[in-house]
């Protein structure tokens, strides 16, 4: 596994063996509460051998809150959106910041603009650039 982080935290973003990759951004919800915390959740996430494995492990049951889990594996992209108590998969590659896009942001305080903003910015430069390789993503991302 490789994974982009400090010594003192966590690995919970990055590439697997099974070349599964993962990111992850924070969500909150109402039905957030006791159980797993979520980083832990992700951290177990990291080890997905699949696409079905992936979600299982992000929608961990006994999980406290919840997740934007973005996996890319080689033939496939997806979301898996968490919250404390319920899960949603987004099929498809794209872009994903700090709020739901799914029902679930029913259950979520409202989106922040920088959040919206951050969301927007990705979308327009996907569709402009329609990056095809991880250099032009990168590029996208700096």
């Given at each position: ?10 690995p919970?973003?990055?590439?697997n ?14 039905d ?12 177990n996430?990291?080890?997905?051998r699949?696409?079905?494995d992936?979600?299982?492990r ?7 809150g ?9 033939d496939?992209?997806f ?15 794209g ?7 799914s029902?679930l ?9 920088g ?9 327009t ?18």
């Amino acid at each position: 596994m490789a994974s982009p982080t400090v010594v003192c935290c966590l690995p919970a973003v990055g590439i697997n063996a099974y070349r599964v990759a993962q990111g992850i951004g924070s969500l909150m919800a109402s039905d957030d509460g006791v159980g797993v915390p979520r980083v832990l959740v992700s951290r177990n996430s990291l080890e997905a051998r699949d696409k079905t494995d992936a979600i299982a492990r992000a929608a961990m049951p006994t999980r406290a809150g919840g997740y934007g889990h973005a996996f890319a594996l080689s033939d496939d992209a997806f979301v898996v959106e968490t919250s404390g108590k319920q899960h949603r998969v987004l099929d498809g590659p794209g872009p994903h910041t700090n709020h739901y896009l799914s029902d679930l942001a029913e259950l979520a305080p409202p989106a922040s603009d920088g959040s919206k903003a951050r969301l927007s910015r990705l979308q327009t430069l996907v569709d402009e650039r329609n990056p095809q390789t991880p250099e032009a993503l990168m590029d996208i991302m700096r």
